[in-house]
């Protein structure tokens, strides 16, 4: 055993190899990390708060096995010390570190550049009985946000803005809104500061220059909780604070990771794992460019963890005829977005890609659908501009996607045309329908359900201002959007034929008379899908909505007329069984909040045989 010197009265001994990190063994603190080519190693200690080293550890004869080098230190007081390595001459970091000290003030980089330190963290947390909620994918209605952004505007009426104690205050309006699943952009300890050389060509100032990465995006220290997104001082405490509360209110979180280029492999894995067991979370959002996805899904320890990613090898997880007895994949693509944006648009040729992308929900997996995200336009500047405004960028507005698939709807930008803002909000009701009334798991990017704009910029990458932050005084000047999108959420959860747990088929298997989904036009049962159609009729059976838990079972008969057409269009009504007639539940050319009939309060149509939808509507009738 070797004392530290200067006065240190804490004794040196081998440590015990486990994976690189810290670990709390009895009153021993074992340090473990990985040190290539036999280069010189030291644990560096600090006092809590300070930049100076106050000890400076030799591990040249720490127990080692390969590159892996781990001594621990008896009885140290964690919450007087934090650490870093000195590897080969370098101040290092512990990529593993469960907390990061030196960045407790967002944007604090760009004043001083601060010498971070692994933080020791071993604070016993009361979880009383929490644990994952394990929701099926088909129950799920999902809210994408960023933490900042969500609560940082004056208008959000939280005291903890921009942090996990701000979003814990926005639980109950999340609740009421109906949503169950909060996905996180990037909570891990990130630099939001960048400072390099720009490498765009198209900038005459080519000096180094200062960027802001308020995303997260980048390389980060992933098994840290953001410190600058901590009210309280103590972001592992809040964050565990904040899953508590929403697995108590019925709702999952998802994180989303982004790995970077050369990231190994272990370290992914062990990341996952790690918030997976220390923060309980439900899942995560991965970028497949970098991660090993099919040895995630096949890790026998996140088996009822959600991963979600672009796709999957399904045939390197599943022998053929196998299926998971949980379904924890999904794919999470822009595919159902493009092909609702351009027909929502109105583009020529896309009744054949939308329809596909609104069945589509295969048995190995999930398929998470969204109208929008943070990459593009929001849901209202979807509908009012046709070309990206990323000036502020300080990019010449090189930058951010070009093909938003966007129609402003007559005008460009702000309107006070009647009109114009009378079509918009119509489209914006289409889009939540063509969201909510399609298999999947829906998905709402945070804000627009109250019609939040970025006022046509589709890369907020670089903003940390009202331009990014959700303004939630929209959702009091246009209220009737969010009691709309509040109805069609409750709508299609009282429906289980919108959120079927098995793709379906177009075919009648239960010899019931009626296929699972069908399509019409003009005429029953013949749908049109040449190239100028820009309207269908979509048939659920409610026939073959299998049994929940509690032995209910099947649903009515529901008849989707899409319209997206600048006239109006005749449907056929197809015949139903019975003594069963059809009546209107939802009606998104009627304004306001006004087109969803209360549950018992559906219209009765005159006209049995055919209906005429309204130019750009959707009318949802329902057999009963």
Same mark, same amino acid.
């Given at each position: ?17 486990? =994976? ?10 074992? !340090? ?47 919450? &007087? ?15 593993? +570190? ?21 933080? &020791? ?115 592992? %405490? ?20 982004? !790995? ?35 040895? &995630?899904?096949?890790? *026998? ?25 949980? %379904?924890?994949? +999904? ?30 929900? *295969? ?45 402003? =709807?007559?005008?460009?930008? *702000? ?125 659920? +059976? ?29 449907? +056929? ?52």
């Amino acid at each position: 055993m070797k004392k530290l010197d200067e006065g240190f009265n804490f004794g040196i001994k081998d440590g015990i190899l486990h =994976c690189p990190g810290v670990r709390k063994l009895g009153d021993d603190i074992n !340090f473990t990390v990985a040190v290539p080519d036999k280069k010189r190693c030291s644990l560096l200690l600090y006092q809590k708060g300070s930049e100076e080293v106050a000890a400076s550890i030799p591990m040249g004869r720490s127990v080692r096995f390969g590159d892996i080098r781990s001594l621990a230190v008896e009885k140290l007081p964690t919450e &007087l010390y934090e650490y870093n390595y000195l590897i080969d001459g370098q101040v290092v970091t512990d990529p593993y +570190a469960w907390g990061i000290a030196g960045r407790e003030v967002w944007g604090a980089s760009q004043k001083k550049e601060k010498i971070l330190r692994g933080r &020791l963290l071993f604070e016993d947390y009361d979880w009383d009985g929490d644990a994952p909620l394990h929701i099926p994918y088909e129950e799920i209605v999902a809210y994408s946000t960023h933490v900042r952004g969500f609560t940082k505007h004056p208008s959000s009426k939280v005291k903890a803005k921009g942090t996990f104690a701000g979003v814990m205050e926005k639980i109950p309006y999340l609740k009421e809104l109906g949503i169950n699943q909060l996905e996180l952009m990037p909570v891990y300890e990130f630099d939001e500061v960048q400072k390099k050389q720009s490498a765009m060509p198209y900038l005459s100032d080519q000096t180094e220059e200062i960027r802001l990465n308020y995303w997260g995006y980048t390389y980060g220290f992933y098994f840290a909780p953001k410190a600058s997104f901590s009210a309280t001082g103590n972001p592992v %405490r809040e964050f565990k604070d904040l899953v508590r509360q929403l697995h108590r209110n019925g709702i999952e979180i998802i994180l989303e990771f982004y !790995f970077m280029k050369g990231t190994k492999a272990r370290l992914i894995l062990d990341c996952i794992q790690h918030w997976v067991l220390e923060y309980h979370i439900d899942g995560v959002h991965i970028n497949r460019d970098q991660v090993p996805v099919e040895i &995630l899904a096949q890790e *026998p320890l996140l088996s009822y963890t959600k991963i979600m990613t672009d796709h999957f090898q399904i045939d390197e997880i599943y022998k053929e005829k196998e299926k998971p007895s949980y %379904r924890n994949l +999904a794919e999470y693509n822009d595919g159902f977005m493009t092909a609702a944006r351009r027909f929502l648009k109105g583009d020529e040729g896309q009744l054949l890609d939308f329809t596909a992308r609104a069945r589509r929900n *295969p048995g190995k997996h999930a398929v998470i659908n969204y109208m929008a995200t943070h990459n593009g336009f929001t849901m209202m500047d979807l509908v009012s501009y046709d070309e990206k405004h990323n000036e502020a960028n300080g990019e010449n507005n090189h930058d951010g996607v070009d093909f938003n698939c966007s129609w402003n =709807c007559g005008e460009e930008g *702000p309107s006070r045309k009647k009109r114009v803002l009378q079509m918009r909000y119509r489209q914006l009701r289409n889009a939540f329908v063509l969201l909510f009334l399609s298999q999947g798991t829906p998905l709402v990017y945070g804000g627009d359900e109250m019609g939040n704009t970025q006022s046509g910029n589709n890369n907020v990458y670089c903003q940390d201002n009202e331009l990014s932050w959700i303004n939630w005084k929209l959702g009091k000047t246009g209220s009737f959007l969010p009691k709309y999108v509040k109805k069609l959420i409750a709508f299609r959860k009282a429906h289980p034929v919108f959120r079927q747990r098995k793709e379906l088929q177009m075919a009648d298997y239960l010899s019931c008379g009626y296929p699972d989904v069908s399509y019409h036009g003009k005429r029953a049962w013949y749908g049109d899908f040449e190239v100028p159609s820009r309207s269908v009729g979509i048939l659920y +059976a409610g026939d073959y909505v299998e049994a929940d838990s509690d032995g209910k079972g099947q649903d009515a008969y529901f008849y989707v007329t899409y319209n997206m057409h600048w006239t109006p269009q005749e449907f +056929a009504l197809p015949s139903l069984s019975g003594k069963q007639m059809w009546y209107k539940s939802v009606d998104t050319s009627v304004e306001e909040d006004m087109g969803i009939c209360p549950d018992g309060q559906e219209i009765l149509l005159e006209e049995q045989r055919t209906i005429t939808v309204p130019e750009r509507s959707i009318v949802v009738l329902m057999g009963k």
